[in-house]
């Protein structure tokens, strides 16, 4: 057990283990606020859901750069450092990427969205919650290992499904939609959700690098 | 002092500080002709103040890729080349930045832009003095600490009023402006003016991770 | 040369060469399929070719992934690995730039498109020549350092051809399309081809980085 992650990594860094854990339910908890706030059509109800999706984005940013000057200031390799920091910083951006929707919707203020806004959601909901486990497992990644390929690979299959329902909803948007502002508004919306599907795939493909190294 | 930023970096590697100075000092000019070039509606004067933006920008450009070859070359530990590296590349990125709107302001020739056109440009050539006043101090990092912290939380700032500006003014742009061609290109503009008030403001973070590090 | 790119890298990690050469051959493959396919106007041949696309695509981040595994897994010094992991990740985000314009032209299906479209995709096409040139010259890098150079230098006189192209079309688009959803269209499928010529561009840089530190 000499190389492996355990040996290496958790015993001298317990703390990065609850800060990964607690940046992981940042996410989970902008999703599922999200994916609640979608359904709500009126300005006012915009307004107050991207108002509690920022405040959840801020919280995410603090820990990240709680993570961030952690690592800057711990005595630790520089191998496991980048490894923590790229796994935090892709967790990051995915929580970026649900703010950047929200707020969107909030200053676009488009038509009722359609249905594959809420599918949408919904797989980024299913891709957080992957993403809880997975990081849950880390502190023991040779008990875990294959629980945790599991989730990477389920975040890539949830990726290509958030590509497929995008792909099938902008030929029909352009195929239906004639109002350019209004076309404008949704396909830009529901290209920041296909962007945050691949920022949730970005921590799979961080886990598999991590993978690959410590067992 | 031994583990200190000055001992580590500047008595081993005094030609950065004067290239990182002159990136700065690039970037500052690059904020002032296009801040005085925003005011002029007519393609001629978009393209004049265009090519003026660009020279600027490629002379960042080389500015950058002495750094880079620098620190390339240079005998010195990873970790201040890593710091160094992404310093320059962040100050470039908002020298990019800017050059990236007055290229848009140049091909979509749109028609005047808005007031806040010019509050956006304003702030960015803030964020210019800031990040000028912050790099000048790095060359004693212990004596100038406070006041680095200082710019970069500035850089914080004005970033949010760079995004305060930039949601209310879309707000407005989707409510009143009904020619789409026309609203797609001052959006587009207003969006990559945004953009770069957040590739200062990582300007800022970068010092910030420095200033962990070495204070 | 004790200190050369040769005796640090090639005899510890002859592998590295062949999957190298093999991904820049996946992007000249890429390259070709996407300017053979871009003159067909109609929806059956655009689905066509981007599923050919997507499939090299595919393929591309298949041998992306074996180096970033066979990377993280070797003994190698990080210096070495960072670059070799550079470089092959900008060959890779070549070939996505290609399946990104497929994807977009198959799921816009704009009007036939411009012959500045085709010009693009041949000067995507030449970089693609000059990288699968460059890559099958590392693998003695003294010798074959200034056509390498010459190489690098190639894909920044390409990537200023493009810039040119782009930017001499949009401002005839906005001149001449008056049709808001069709013009966005084609401004975004265009503007993803002259970012793949960066995206080229990019790999020459990874290129120089290497000569200067291994010359």
Redesign the interface.
Known sequence: MNNSFFSRFAPKQPKFFPLLQSLAETLLKAAETFLEGIEYPTVEKRAEYYKLVKDIERKGDEINTTI??EL??SFIT??DREDIHHLAAAIDDTIDGINSVA?RI????PKPLPEEASKMAQVILQEAQFIVKAISGLVDVHKNGSEILKCANELHELENKGDDIY?LF??RL?EEE?D??E???VKEIMHEMEQTTDAAEHVGKCLK?IL??YI
């Open positions: 961030h000057n800057a200031s520089p191998f707020k909030n200053i676009y203020n792909e902008i030929i352009f004639k350019g502002i076309l404008m508004k690098s690959v190294k």
